[in-house]
């Protein structure tokens, strides 16, 4: 490259943080570590402010996992520039491995092995080798690294039980009721009956064809493990649609998708990381 390459590490640990700061500037010299982050939220603000060309993002950080950060990055991440390469930092976890491994996405154990590093490197100079000579305009929808990125998301790693096991043999039944709080109450909502969710801090408001509205305090990424995936479609890391109920879809000049649902005025904005669902524009 012509330039020295950027990169960011968020890491909740700072002796851990310094330590692969460390690593890395012996094993790549031309480096240039931007911004330290010993959270998720404060990794994605750096890196907007930065724009690096490679992000270490530990799995688990306060606040934010590195799965998240990475995720809400990619919706505020500006059109016409590369989004960075991922290495995620974890402690060892097979299911995580695993996946990172299937989608060719980097990891790095902790604690940072020498040897192991320096085939990260070497990978992240190979891409970023490539990314030089193609010299184009990116488009960030079909980015390979926000592909790979939205696959992990639906795999769901475990971030808040890392040894957990997962099989697809032990998945539970899909959802057909709700039990959501209205005031002192509870009220059974049939699946059937949700035209789409919404996460809002640590509970999901549930809007129904009828036009209520109810909370529930499951999670949303829990939830979208036991709902349909051909009937509710996630357009955005806090916002799921019934399918069916999609009246239009917009692409603004920036090339930003949005919809509106049947029978409602109001737009509902599209993440880059699920616009394919929309191949046709």
């Given amino acids: 490259m012509n330039t020295p390459a950027t990169a960011l590490i968020a890491e909740d640990e700072p002796l851990l943080a310094q330590t692969l700061a460390n690593e890395l500037r012996a094993l790549w010299p031309d480096i240039h570590i931007v911004a330290t ?11 907007l402010q930065h724009r690096p060309d490679v992000l270490f993002f530990d799995i688990r950080m306060p606040g934010q996992s590195g799965l998240e950060a990475a995720a809400e990055l990619a919706e505020e991440w500006p059109s016409g520039t590369p989004f960075p390469l991922l290495v995620f930092v974890t402690a060892y976890d097979q299911y995580a491995i695993q996946a990172f491994e299937a989608q060719a996405v980097d990891y790095v ?8 590093l320096l085939q990260t490197v070497t990978r992240l100079q190979n891409a970023l080798q490539q990314r ?4 184009t305009t990116p488009d960030l929808q079909q980015d390979p690294v926000l592909a790979q990125l939205r696959t ?38 049939p699946v059937a009956e949700v035209l789409r969710l919404e996460a809002a801090d640590k509970y999901v ?29 996630q357009i955005h890391r806090g916002s799921v649609v019934r399918a069916s109920a999609i009246d239009s879809v917009t ?11 049947k029978g409602h005025a109001d737009t509902l904005a599209v ?4 616009a394919h669902l929309f191949k046709a524009m």
């Fill in 109 to 116: 154990l902790k604690p940072v092995r020498t040897e192991r």
């Fill in 205 to 233: 408001r549930v809007f129904t064809l009828d036009g209520a509205e109810v909370l529930l305090r499951t999670p949303l990424k829990e939830l979208m493990q036991r709902l349909d995936a051909q009937v509710f479609w």
């Fill in 271 to 274: 993440s880059r990381l699920y």
């Fill in 132 to 135: 030089t000579q193609h010299n």
């Fill in 152 to 189: 992990l998301l639906s795999l769901r790693l475990e971030t808040t039980h890392p040894q957990r096991p997962h099989h697809p043999d032990l998945a539970l039944p899909p959802l057909q009721l709700l039990q959501a709080s209205v005031g002192k109450q509870l009220r059974m909502v």
């Fill in 251 to 261: 692409r603004d000049d920036t090339g930003r998708l949005s919809l509106r649902l």
């Fill in 37 to 47: 982050a010993g959270d998720g939220l404060s990794a994605v603000q750096l890196a």
